[in-house]
């Protein structure tokens, strides 16, 4: 077993920093409510512009997942399509935001030193790795999973089966049917959830600890023995493809629909997660079990747990929960991508409000100037009211609400996205004024002095965004072993953002930015608009 303490002061005030919100406090008091958050759960959101952004290495951005993993919302509520939207939140929210984060900085450097997280690597006896952080503040439980594969596994012509598999392991399990399932999970007063991603199966459930016996044994039941009984695949279709008939008739939806066939050609990344009309109505449950056998098994499995748990009562409940499932997964291979640049896509309606997106070249997280191409990022459009593309779109000219640049990580594409929305009548200025704030970015690069601020603030943020709560910690947990980080990760971030240097970003910056870009405008056709 594998120990590291990390000082990220875990034990704040509650509602600063505690890895437990007030939100959690008060769900100890009274309970969790999981029959309406299920039926949210069903509800599906339309595909994402691209997979999701960097995990947990964008101040501010969700964490890559199925959904946001930093929360446990539906996937309505925090869908990939919806990401804008929250970006929007938050940038309306900035001025308050801003003054509380300026506080909490203040007081970070004095409280940091009187607590620190210890992260543990638990090993079970039967093989099964979990990243652990013990904490008893609050009586709760958090657990975390993924098992790789996802909806790129879908097979042809059955696309959207894993999405709705994920909809299905609450829908009962064992000899429990559906409504004895749900009965079973509120009588514990636990939460879970599954969410089919690009390229994973995730899962998580948060539990009361004087619970976590009967909690983590309807979990096992729900991940090695799912039933799929007829009638609950036909309730979850059918709400599936309400939404599919919903986003059919949504323009912004059967853009996006065009933009990743665009981008992605003949991939699994083109597909809607959420399947077809067609595709849906031909799965059954020997397709839902052949799907769960392949993926669902111990060598794709990886584990995060935070709360009142120790590590010899984990290792048990690892082996209770996971040791049931097949050794080895049986995957179809997915190749590596590249979006398709150079193009320009224009998916014409007529309304006075045009979206505008484009894709660059983007980094792996592996890659040496990772951290150089964060930081250049968070420069051009990542902060939400420092960045150039704020500044030149929205501050000096009013053309748009809001504009951002994210980097966008998956295991088989990345991509730099930039997004923004604005008056249909001025769509073509504002293309051009993000093009050349982009050129001017990617001729000169940033200043020293936006170098420095960038590199204090993504320091800084990190705890802040990333460890508010045990479902935020479990989250980073599981992203760092996702991307093979180390344990010893958190202290070691500071350092390697640190140590780029104002070269480096600017040759980010010339490498990711130079290309010409895929263009996408959804409105009516430039320079056709009429002005208001």
Known sequence: MTSLSVGVAPHLPAGILSPYSDGERGAVVAG??????????????????LPVTIRGEVPGRAMRGGADFG????????????????????????????????????????????????????????????????????????????????????????EGLANLMSGLFDEGAGDLDSEAFQIKLDDVGA?????????????????????????????????????????????????????????ELDPDTVAQRKWLEALYRTHPYARPDQGSRQSIATIAPKDLIAFHKANFARDGLHVAVVGAID???????????????????????????????????????????????????????????????????????????????????????????????DLVDHQHANALSITTATRSDRAAETLAVVREVVRRMAEEGPTEAELAATKKYMIGAYAINNLDSSSAIAATLLEMQLDKLGIDYMQRRAALINAVTLDQVKAAAKKLLSAEPAIMVVGPKLGEAKKE
């Open 191 to 247: 939460e879970m959830s599954f969410e089919a991603a690009r390229d994973g199966t995730y899962g998580s459930m948060r539990m009361l600890a004087e619970q976590r016996d009967a909690a983590f044994d309807l979990l096992r039941l729900a991940v090695t023995e799912p039933r799929f009984d007829q009638a609950p695949i036909d309730r979850i279709r059918a709400q599936v493809l309400s939404g599919i008939i919903a986003n």
């Open 32 to 49: 969790f409510a999981n029959h309406q958050r299920r039926r949210k759960r069903a509800e599906v959101a339309a595909s994402p512009l």
């Open 71 to 158: 929360n446990h919302l539906s996937r309505t509520e925090v869908g990939p399509n919806n990401l804008h939207k929250v970006s929007s939140a938050w940038r309306a929210a900035t001025p308050l935001i801003t003054l509380l984060l300026s506080l909490l900085f203040l007081v970070l450097p004095a409280l940091s030193a009187r607590a620190a997280m210890s992260i543990q690597e638990v090993t079970s006896s039967k093989g099964i790795t979990a990243w652990l952080v013990e904490d008893y503040s609050v009586p709760l439980v958090a657990i975390r999973f993924v098992f790789d594969g996802g909806t790129t596994q879908d097979p042809a012509g059955k």
């Open 311 to 405: 590590a010899e009562t984990l290792k048990k409940k690892l082996d209770m929960v996971f040791g049931g499932l097949p050794e080895h997964q049986a995957l179809a291979p997915v190749a590596d991508t590249d979006p398709k640049l150079n193009q320009q896509l224009e998916v014409n309606y007529d309304q006075p409000q045009t979206s505008l997106q484009l894709a660059y070249p983007g980094v792996k997280r592996s890659a040496p100037d990772f951290f150089a191409a964060v930081l250049m990022n968070e420069i051009l459009g990542g902060s939400a009211f420092t960045s150039r593309l704020f500044d030149e779109v929205r501050e000096k000219r009013g053309l748009a609400y809001s504009v951002s640049s």
